[in-house]
C-alpha cells in the first residue's frame, strides 16, 4: 500500500517536485560560479535570494506532500478505504525524504565527487547533513502539515509561532539585562554544537511524537499544543547554564592531560586605560589586566571560550558581573612565559561609583588548548592542492596585485583555527602572520544550508597602495615564496580562575 500512494502523490506532484530540484540545481551552480568569482555582488545576493526560495519552496511543497492525504480532514477517502495510518505516515515520510530532500543529496554527491573527495568522506558528509536538514527542515513541515489542512492554515500557524517566539526572546533579553550572551550562553561559542545537539533531539522526540499521536488518533487540536510545548523546550533550552554544557565538552577532550602544566597569574598592578567613546551620551571605560600565561606546551595556541569577570570592594561584595573580551595565544617558539592583557569593559555608573575605592577582579576562564597538527605550503601564485583536513585550495594574485587570495573548500566540517602567513623560502624572511581561529569542536558540520561544502577565502596582503607598509615578502619576492598553512586542532578543556589584589580603578585609569 505504502507504494501505491507513493506513486499516486508522485503523479499529482512531479511539477512543483521538479521546479524546487531546479532551484536547488541553480544554488549549486551559483556557488560553483563564486568559486573563481568571489566578489560577484551580484551572485551572492542571486544565492542568497535563490537559497530561501528553496527553503520556503522545500518547507511548502512537503507541507502540501501531507495536505494531500490531510489527517484533520474527515472527507478524505482513506479515511474510508483500508489504508493503514502507520503506511500513509510512512510513506509521507519516505516521499519527502527522497522527492524533496533528494535532489539536494544528489547535489552534495555530486559536488564531491566532482571536486575529487573521498567517497567514504563525501557520504559521510552528505549523510550528516541529510540527518541536520531533516530535522531542521523536513520533520517541523511534516508535522506542521499534518495538524492543518491547507498551506494558508500552515502560514498563519507560522506566524502565530513566530510572534510567540519574538515575543519570548525580547522577554528574555530584557529579564537578561540586554545582554545576548548572558541570554544564551553557548551562543557564538565552541560548544554550542552541544546545545544545538540537544535542540535536534527535542526536535526528533517532539515531532516524532506529534506524527505518531496525530496520524494513529487524529487529535489535531492536542497535536498542536504538544507541537507548542515543543517549541517552548526549545526556547528555554537556551537557558541552559554555561558551566554544565563545558564540562560536557571536557569530558570529550582528546588529550584531557596536555593543558595541566598552563597557568595563568596576575602579574602586575593593573595597568587600565579609560577610552572614552559617546553611545547615547554615556561614557565607556575599558580596563587592560596584565595577566602571564606559564607552561603553555610548543606550537600551541590557548584560546578562551569564556571569561567571566567579577569586580568585588574590599569587603568582598559584589560590584559587576560581566564578560572579558577574547583571549588568543600561540606559543610557536616554546617561551616559558607569556604576557597579555585582559580586557574588561566597566559600565560607566560603575566606574564612577566605585573609582576611588579598592576592588578586586575575579576571571573565570573556560580554556580551550589547540595543537599543531599538520603544516603545509603553497607556492604564492596559481598553485592548486589537496591537504588533508584542511580541504581543496587554490592561490593567485588579486585584481589589484596588493594580495595573495587563498580559495579553499572542505566537504563537510572546515578547519577551525589556523595560523597562515607569507615566507620568502631563500631568506625565511615573513610577512605578518594572519590568525583565524573560530572555534567549532562538533564533530560534524551542523550547518544545513547552502549545500555539503564549506568555502572559505584567505587573503595576505604583500603591497601597501599608500606606500606606508612595506611587507619584507613584496611583489619581486613572490615567485621564490610561498603560502604557509599551519593547523590546529583542540585537545583539552579546562578552567582557570585568576584572582587579583586590591587596586584602585581611579588610579589605574590613565589620563586622570
Known sequence: MIWHIFKKDLELMWRPILAVASIQLAVVVIQL?????????VLQQLSQVLLWLWLMASTILAITVVHQDAVPSTKQDWLTRPVRRIDLLVEKILFVFLMVQGPSIATDLVQGFANGFGTRQTIAATLARAIIVFLALTLPALALGSV???????????????????SFTMIAIGVAGGYGHQFDPTDFTGEGWLTNALRFLLIFIGGVFALLFQYQARKTKHTRILLGSTLLVLLF?????????????????????????VAITWQMQPDADRRTSYSQGRTENRLFIPLSVTG?????????????????DQHGVRLYIGTGEDVEIRNDAGKQSLSYKQTIQVPPHIFQTFEHQAVSANITYSMTLFKLQSSYALRATQDNQRMPGWGLCRSRINENETAIEVSCMQIGKGPTCASVFLE????????????????DYSPFEDRPIPDVMTRFRLVL??????GLTKY??????????????????????????????????????SGN
Open 148 to 166: 492543518t489542512e491547507s498551506v494558508t492554515e500552515a502560514v498563519v500557524l507560522v506566524l502565530v509561532a513566530f510572534f510567540g517566539v519574538f
Open 461 to 466: 596582503p604583500f603591497r601597501d597602495i599608500s
Open 472 to 509: 619584507p615578502v613584496d611583489a619581486t619576492r613572490l615567485a621564490e615564496s610561498k603560502i604557509i598553512i599551519r593547523m590546529y586542532e583542540p585537545q583539552d578543556h579546562f578552567t582557570r580562575i585568576v584572582a587579583s589584589p586590591l587596586w584602585s580603578m581611579r588610579d589605574s585609569a
Open 424 to 439: 620568502h623560502i631563500p631568506s625565511g624572511d615573513r610577512n605578518p602572520e594572519n590568525t583565524a581561529c573560530y572555534p
Open 33 to 41: 560560479r563564486l568559486e573563481s568569482v568571489n566578489d560577484s555582488a
Open 296 to 312: 603553555l606546551p610548543t606550537d600551541t595556541l590557548l584560546k578562551a571560550d569564556k571569561s567571566e569577570v567579577s569586580i568585588s
Open 237 to 261: 533550552s537556551q537557558f541552559i547554564p554555561w558551566k554544565p554544557v563545558f564540562a560536557v565538552q571536557k569530558a570529550f577532550s582528546p588529550a584531557p592531560a596536555l593543558g595541566n602544566s
